[in-house]
């Protein structure tokens, strides 16, 4: 685990910062998002878990943080 994920989510198949959210899930436990790549058309899902520990509020923290910022770029570049 590193910081570097924290700032532009890579295409798991090209490597490029192109991705957008298409759309977002929320479950109890879970949310997940699809995405698609603008460089190579790549489409795939991300989960991100709701953990329930120690660490809520950092996480918290940084779900907030990253869902603020794909909230504008799907606004934006995915209209
Ligand atoms: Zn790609």
């Known amino acids: 685990m ?5 700032g532009s989510y ?3 198949r090209c490597g490029q910062p192109t991705t957008c959210v298409r759309n977002t899930m929320s479950f109890d436990n ?4 699809r995405r698609v790549c603008l460089t190579c058309g790549e489409t795939h899902e991300t989960i991100e878990m709701r953990v329930d ?3 809520v509020l950092n996480f918290a923290n940084r779900i907030t943080r990253e ?3 794909e909230a ?3 606004s934006g570049v995915c209209a």
Not at 2 to 6: A, F, P
Not at 30 to 33: A, K, L
């Open 10 to 12: 890579q295409c798991p």
């Open 30 to 33: 879970h949310i997940t998002r």
């Open 53 to 55: 520990s120690m660490s």
């Open 67 to 69: 869902a603020e910022a």
């Open 2 to 6: 590193t910081e570097k994920e924290y």
């Open 72 to 74: 504008a770029r799907a």
